[in-house]
Structure formats: C-alpha cells, structure tokens
T-cell receptor
Framework: AQRVTQPEKLLSVFKGAPVELKCNYSYSGSPELFWYVQYSRQRLQLLLR??SRESIKGFTADLNKGETSFHLKKPFAQEEDSAMYYCALSDRGSTLGRLYFGRGTQLTVWP | DGGITQSPKYLFRKEGQNVTLSCEQNLNHDAMYWYRQDPGQGLRLIYYSQIVNDFQKGDIAEGYSVSREKKESFPLTVTSAQKNPTAFYLCASSIDGRANYGYTFGSGTRLTVV
C-alpha cells in the first residue's frame, strides 16, 4: 500500500530562518513525488516534482530512497511562504494513476 | 485561459437532499479526480476517471456518485446517503491517467449541510 506521512501538522519559523517540511513515504514500486502548496484563499498548486529537480521560490526537495523521504527545504524563509504544504506520491508503474496525499503541514513564517 | 472551473463556490444543502457539484476543464486532460479536503485529514480521493465513460471508486466513495459523459466534465453528486457531507471539495485533472505529471486543481466548492 502507498502511504505518505507528514509528521508535523504545524510548523512555525521566523523570517530568514531555514525551514524543512518533512515527508516520508512507504511504497514498494517506483514513486513519483510532488510537493503542493495552498496559499490562503488560493487553489492548490504544484510546487515541485522530484523528477524535474527544480528549485521553485527557493524551495528544493531531494528524494532519499534509503530513508524513503522527500523533505522540502528552504534556506531562508519568507513571510509569503506561509501556507499549507502537501506531499504527494504517484505510482509511475501503475496504469491506475492517482496521487496519494499526506495530511499536510501548515507553515507559518513570523516577521 | 486554460484551467479547471468548479461551481458553485459555496453550496448549502438541506438534510436528505442530493446536490451536484460541477467540474469543467478545458485543458484537454484525460483524467479527472474528486477529492475531499477536511482539516487535519489532508486530501482523500472520492472518485476518479481516466477516460470518458469510465470511472473508479477512490478511498471514500460511499454516499457519492459521478459521471463522465464528456471529456471536459466530471460532476460529483453528494447523495443523502453521505453521512457527513460538510467539507471542501476539490476537483483535479491530469494530462494522462498515470498522474506522473501531477494534477491541476480547481478552486473548490465548500458544501455545508444546514
């Protein structure tokens, strides 16, 4: 079974501090991993795909297959980063495509 | 402007009523999905459809029904059998049924039972 765990429901940091949002997964196949972000009063939007290895808005995420983790990091948090973040996984090998989401982490960046 | 449109934004339902939430996309995406978002629960999959005239139950399909008669449209009906329908409902689409490129989401419908 596929499962995504985000252990922190809430995370608060001060502006300029590093931030790491944790995501662990359990999956036996070949996963594709994503981070989605939902700013206040906006729709859920894709932030990162692990396969593209991009840095978006200063965020990066590295897939660690040994630890089955895909933590989201930013070296210097900004107030505008305050949002709900969801980690998600899809099964690249399956024909029944769907995403499995974690429960989300609410990030608050204080001034 | 390409995207997903959900309507209405807010919906109130009386006990025992069925209501239908609309989801339309003009992205030419093959697959469409309905999720329910509750505080602390994340996103839970209700139904999904990879092609027209075909759909599968997700993790919490009881009390819901869908149809996929057109590629652009994937309406969700919340029936009176759904015990706790008050929630935020999100529709999404993906380029193909494998979801390897992720989803595009609509802006959601907030359903409240009164």
């Amino acid at each position: 079974a596929q499962r995504v765990t985000q252990p922190e429901k809430l995370l608060s940091v001060f502006k300029g501090a590093p931030v790491e949002l944790k995501c662990n997964y359990s999956y036996s196949g070949s996963p594709e991993l994503f981070w989605y972000v939902q700013y206040s009063r906006q729709r859920l939007q894709l932030l990162l795909r692990h396969i593209s290895r991009e840095s978006i808005k200063g965020f990066t995420a590295d897939l660690n297959k040994g630890e089955t983790s895909f933590h989201l990091k930013k070296p210097f948090a900004q107030e505008e980063d305050s949002a709900m973040y969801y980690c998600a996984l899809s099964d690249r090998g399956s024909t029944l495509g769907r995403l499995y989401f974690g429960r989300g982490t609410q990030l608050t960046v204080w001034p | 402007d390409g995207g997903i449109t959900q309507s209405p934004k807010y919906l109130f339902r009386k006990e025992g009523q069925n209501v239908t939430l609309s989801c339309e996309q003009n992205l030419n995406h093959d697959a469409m999905y309905w999720y329910r978002q509750d505080p602390g629960q994340g996103l839970r999959l209700i139904y999904y459809s990879q092609i027209v005239n075909d759909f599968q139950k997700g993790d919490i399909a009881e009390g819901y029904s869908v149809s996929r008669e057109k590629k652009e449209s994937f309406p969700l009906t919340v029936t009176s059998a759904q015990k706790n329908p008050t929630a935020f409902y999100l529709c999404a689409s993906s380029i193909d049924g494998r979801a390897n490129y992720g989803y595009t989401f609509g802006s959601g419908t907030r359903l409240t039972v009164v």
